[in-house]
């Protein structure tokens, strides 16, 4: 099982930026589709973003798309979230994922569907 440690986090006024980080051990860290969900206080969490193992093909929810990228260096054991023009909704929990396999979006977005999480790491978006 991938362990995961997410980095990055921090207050930014709203229209700025940040970049999360995620470090995974394990040697077959290449294999897996790779995650990001948030939880805000009071809600369920909510997929993010995703990415597949070949970083070929990723996905987004809406509210996030074109202002997200997901990417991952597979030579680093990283995976990356850059998230501009933020906005006081996006102010979460953010937490890193993997999962055992890639499948379409309906599939992906469900927690249920990723195998390890890291400890998270909090944004938080002022207005």
């Known amino acids: 099982q991938v362990q995961l440690v997410e980095s990055g986090g921090g207050l930014v006024q709203a229209g700025g930026s940040l970049r999360l980080s995620c470090a995974a051990s394990?040697?077959?860290?290449?294999?897996?589709?790779m995650g990001w969900f948030r939880q805000a206080p009071g809600k369920e969490r909510e997929f993010v973003s995703a990415i597949s193992d070949s970083a070929g093909i990723t996905y987004y929810v809406d509210s996030v798309k074109g202002r997200f990228t997901i990417s991952r260096d597979n030579t680093k054991n990283m995976v990356y979230l850059q998230m501009n023009s933020l906005k006081p909704e996006d102010t979460a929990v953010y937490y890193c994922?993997?999962?055992?396999?890639?499948?379409?979006?309906?599939?992906?977005?469900?927690?249920?569907?990723?195998?390890?999480w890291g400890q998270g790491t909090q944004v938080t978006v002022s207005s």
């Open positions: 394990g040697r077959s860290f290449i294999r897996y589709p």
């Open positions: 994922a993997a999962a055992l396999s890639w499948g379409g979006l309906a599939e992906m977005v469900a927690p249920t569907r990723w195998r390890s």
